[in-house]
């Protein structure tokens, strides 16, 4: 891919990767957040279950 006939060729397909890379990293935000809402929500749940536990062993 990096390879070319010229340099506005070689240009031509550094601009290219640049567009993509661009869309990789936007695309991955959301990812992102997904993952750390999840990896939220489990650790809550933990807890509540973890709290649930001992409510049931005082009862």
Do not use: H, W
């Not at 993509?20 to 992102?32: C, F, G, I, Q, V």
């Not at 749940?45 to 649930?52: K, M």
């Amino acid at each position: 891919m990096l390879v070319g006939d010229s340099r506005q060729d070689f240009f031509e397909r550094m601009s290219a990767l640049g567009v993509l890379a661009a869309d990789n990293a936007e695309s991955s935000d959301p990812l992102s957040t997904a993952v750390a809402q999840a990896d939220d929500a489990r650790a809550r749940v933990a807890d509540a279950q973890q709290r649930a536990q001992r409510a049931a062993e005082e009862a």
